[in-house]
Nanobody, 118 residues
Framework: QVHLVESGGGLVQPGGSLRLSCAASGFTFSSYWMYWVRQAPGKGLEWVSAINTGGGATYYADSVKGRFTISRDNAKNTLLLQMNSLKPDDTALYYC???????????WGQGTQVTVSS
């Protein structure tokens, strides 16, 4: 059974940093591209970042490029998102998601809330 559990969210002031983690189980983690996606209040899902199976290729939405860094540890079945220079617009529920091809996802976790506010 596929299981994705996000953690690391919280309340942070603008300009601050957070590191999100996603623990994966129930599938061969190293065989899948993985994503971070987010949903702000009253808005739809937004793709944030993606990483290939080996971790050597990473992709970012323009809104987070240069501030966020995605990485993975295949030995520990863990996906990470380092978020720096956070802005109020980054406030959202953040999910890690497993690739289903064509830019879609078939599994995601319960999410971790990130709130950026002074």
């Amino acid at each position: 059974q596929v299981h994705l559990v996000e953690s690391g969210g919280g309340l942070v002031q603008p300009g601050g940093s957070l590191r999100l983690s996603c623990a994966a189980s129930g599938f061969t983690f190293s065989s899948y591209w993985m994503y971070w996606v987010r949903q702000a209040p009253g808005k739809g899902l937004e793709w944030v970042s993606a990483i290939n199976t080996g971790g050597g290729a990473t992709y970012y939405a323009d809104s987070v490029k240069g501030r966020f860094t995605i990485s993975r540890d295949n030995a520990k079945n863990t996906l990470l998102l380092q978020m720096n220079s956070l802005k109020p617009d980054d406030t959202a529920l953040y999910y890690c998601a497993r690739d289903y091809g064509g830019g879609t996802w078939d599994y995601w976790g319960q999410g971790t809330q990130v709130t950026v506010s002074s």
